[in-house]
């Protein structure tokens, strides 16, 4: 099974931007489709975006379109998420999570294997 660790968050200014990490215990782009999901206190969990494993495209939601990009490295070891323009909303903890089907998936029941999570808190 895959494991997945997510790093890069921090305490940051609204304003600012921030690259965050996961790296993936193995090459994900044959096996798994990829998520970024979010959890701001109280709430529920997020999706923000992902990495299709048919096809490999990436995307992210209507919501942070525009702020918000997923990319990865040659190796597809790792998934980055960039994030510009941070605003207080943004304020949550953020995971990474690997499923065995064709596409990413908004619902996060589908995802089998998760990360521990990186916070990302903005201050105004």
């Known amino acids: 099974q895959v494991q997945l660790v997510e790093s890069g968050g921090g305490l940051v200014q609204a304003g600012d931007s921030l690259r965050l990490s996961c790296v993936a215990s193995?090459?994900?782009?044959?096996?798994?489709?990829m998520g970024w999901f979010r959890q701001a206190p109280g709430k529920e969990r997020e999706f923000v975006g992902g990495?299709?494993?048919?096809?490999?495209?990436?995307f992210v939601v209507d919501s942070v379109k525009g702020r918000f990009t997923i990319t990865r490295d040659s190796a597809k070891i790792t998934m980055y998420l960039q994030i510009n323009n941070l605003n207080p909303a943004d304020t949550a903890t953020y995971y990474c999570a690997a499923r065995l089907g064709g596409l990413a998936m908004r619902d996060d029941s589908g995802y089998r294997y998760w990360g521990q999570g990186t916070q990302v808190t903005v201050s105004s």
């Open positions: 990495i299709n494993r048919s096809g490999g495209g990436t």
């Open positions: 193995e090459r994900f782009a044959n096996t798994y489709s």
